[in-house]
């Protein structure tokens, strides 16, 4: 785990020792850097694997082939052996060692030979060559600036913005992304100029500054009237592949913890962690509200003889809301990333590494808008369309708000706005494609609300440009769907969160159902066994029920969120607001009507669940162009 950064193309003196110098937090057990004609890279390092020998970067025999990585190769023991067999010599036992060696076997298709979460920088001095890459889901960020023949990237773009050749400029184009989704979905960001290398992509970069970027893997879908096993077949590789990935996670020369709430996911993988290891440290947060999990996760802990903390995030913690969003780089429009921080950071102080079931949800179905768009498709099937307009519909705007939050999953109260935005959505259902009604579903602003609180120079911005286009019009419906999550959703807002706030304190997060071999097993799947009616992650409760007391299989998903209904009345949450959604402000920004923000940022005295989260939303857009764009705040 590190941070890894440089530059092409150009001399700028000083600048990469400010780049690591802004990046320590990532690794500040080491430093190193490599230079060649028109290139220099360095690295931080955070010692996880071969402590003493495995300082980067790493070169191969005759030094010809340098590389610094980020994140780790877990099956680099088995790739180191089969390389010694084919005649090359390794000088450490580092997973990075791999990588250059691989690099000299395979050429860039070493990529489809690593097992990890990984952002890849790796010179070829003989094709004065850089090669990027990132791992499959994107757990390990990378971003680049490439303009007028300058070429600089970064694991972090506070990075990049040290050169003097890189614009601290919002993308304004991006706007509209962010307030529908939260996030700037990949390859974009929030910089003007600065982008993300996409998830299983890599990019080649010559001498003479030509940039190619391609894709080395994918998720493929089972073609119709392909044959499915056996359920009980798919049961047995899912076991043995999801031990062997807790396995490969657990790799490390130091102590190894887990992340533990009340769920089905994050408890099956504490509890394949105990097969392999007599004491493991387990962390959960809890918000003090009524939506609180700490006691059930606390309860499973027991069960599985783990050592267990808790963390409690509270309201007087807005305070780190700064700080948070310095550490993300970009505005992330939920308050919840706190919670992430709060939760690193406590693990920090015992571990350096840390095991979460981020990803199952993706792979198994098992948020509730797979449940909602897969009743809507089936609905629209099952019933005529004159029939679901002039009966359905309007029994729909006329229930009550009380009697659709029970079938409403979310722990908050749906809300006016809520049932709005639900009857909308199945309204337009038919109008729209896969990849329209699933941001249509899942947006934090509809279209509608995006023009009206724009600024007048600003509304023609609200459209449907950034919605990821569908790529795969075969295999079963569920799967185009699930499938959609891993072009935008998961790196761009799930993954994110856990990289950023985990390195900003030296910790390291894996993700063991996110193995590709997995993700490609889920994918072979028939549908039937990730989600059927009201059943979610099927499949993966009958692994839980092999090895989980069944109180904890059985007990529903609860999202983890922050419960800002219960707290935004605390005085530091409205301080924030004012200071950030201020008249003044929100003018002077020129985004938005301070009218229309205003009214807004009443109605969350309604405690209407989707207001609320829009202002903060906000308010995290205003804090991040305060730090990033205007330097007003230092943190």
């Not at 067999?85 to 580092?94: K, M, Y």
């Not at 080649?204 to 190619?212: D, F, I, M, V, Y």
Request: one cysteine or more; aromatic letters at 12%.
């Amino acid at each position: 785990m590190c941070g890894i950064y440089g530059f092409a193309g150009f001399e700028e003196e000083g600048l990469l020792e400010r780049m690591a110098q802004l990046l320590r937090h990532r690794g500040p057990d080491d430093s190193g850097s490599f230079a060649a004609p028109g290139f220099a890279m360095g690295m931080r390092r955070l010692s996880i694997i071969d402590l003493e020998g495995g300082a980067q970067p790493i070169f191969n025999e005759d030094k010809t082939i340098a590389v610094c990585q980020n994140g780790e190769i877990y099956n680099y023991v088995e790739l180191a052996e089969e390389l010694r067999r084919l005649g090359h010599a390794f000088r450490t036992r580092s997973d990075t060692e791999v990588v250059v060696h691989a690099y000299e076997q395979w050429g860039v298709e070493c990529l489809t030979r690593f097992n990890g979460m990984f952002a890849i920088a790796l010179y070829d001095s003989p094709k004065k060559r850089l090669f990027l890459a990132r791992d499959r889901c994107g757990q390990k960020p990378l971003y680049y600036h490439d303009r007028g023949g300058r070429f600089i990237f970064a694991s972090e773009v506070k990075a990049i913005l040290e050169s003097q050749h890189a614009p601290r400029e919002p993308n304004r184009a991006a706007l509209d992304a962010y307030l529908c989704l939260r996030c700037v979905p990949e390859p974009a960001t929030m910089f003007a100029g600065i982008s993300t290398l996409p998830a299983a992509h890599y990019l080649l970069r010559s001498a003479g500054g030509e940039t190619q970027i391609r894709r080395y893997w994918d998720i493929r879908l089972t073609p119709p009237g392909e044959t499915y096993r056996a359920g009980r077949e798919y049961l047995d590789e899912l076991k043995e592949l999801f031990f062997d990935a807790v396995r490969l996670c657990m790799r490390s020369d130091v102590p190894v913890g887990a992340y533990l709430s009340s769920g089905v996911d994050s408890s099956l993988t504490a509890a394949a962690m105990r097969r392999f290891s007599d004491r493991v440290n387990t962390y959960s947060i809890g918000f003090d509200s009524p939506v609180d999990e700490t006691a059930a996760a606390a309860e499973t802990a027991r069960r599985l003889g783990t050592s267990h903390h808790e963390i409690q995030c509270l309201a007087a913690d807005f305070d780190l809301l700064p700080r948070v969003i310095w550490h993300m780089d970009r505005p992330v429009g939920d308050v919840l990333v706190v919670a992430f921080y709060k939760l690193a950071q406590a693990a920090a102080r015992d571990v350096k590494v840390v095991i979460s079931g981020e990803g199952a949800d993706e792979m198994f179905a098992g948020y509730s808008f797979h449940k909602v768009i897969q009743w809507a498709e089936f609905y629209r099937r099952a019933v005529p369309g004159a029939l679901r307009r002039g009966v359905a519909l309007p029994i729909l705007k006329a229930a009550p708000v009380s009697l659709l939050n029970r079938f409403f999953e979310f722990p908050a109260y749906l809300g006016a706005t809520g049932k709005e935005r639900l009857v909308d959505f199945l309204a337009g259902y038919d109008r729209r494609n896969l990849s329209e009604n699933y941001v249509a579903l899942k947006t934090l602003w509809s279209l509608a609300e995006r023009r009206a609180i724009y600024a007048e120079n600003f509304k023609a911005a609200a459209g449907d440009e950034w919605i990821p286009p569908v790529r795969d019009a075969g295999g079963p419906f569920l799967d185009r769907l699930l499938k959609l999550q891993y072009a935008d959703w998961l790196q761009d807002w799930a993954l994110i969160r856990q990289d950023k706030n985990a390195m900003a304190h030296s910790l390291a997060v894996r993700l063991p159902f996110l193995d590709h071999r997995l993700i490609e097993l889920a994918f072979r799947m028939p549908p039937r066994l990730k989600a059927s009616g009201l059943k979610d992650k099927i499949i993966e409760r009958r692994l839980a029920s092999e090895i989980l007391p069944p109180e904890v299989v059985r007990r529903p998903k609860i999202p983890f969120f922050f419960p800002v209904e219960y707290l935004f009345q605390h005085p530091k949450v409205r301080d924030w607001i004012r200071m950030t959604l201020d008249e003044g402000r929100v003018r002077r920004r020129g985004y938005f009507d301070p009218a229309q923000v205003k009214i807004l940022v009443d109605g969350m005295l309604r405690n209407d669940f989707v207001p609320v989260k829009q202002v903060m939303s906000l308010v995290i857009l205003e804090l991040w162009h305060m730090i990033f764009i205007d330097r007003e705040i230092t943190v």
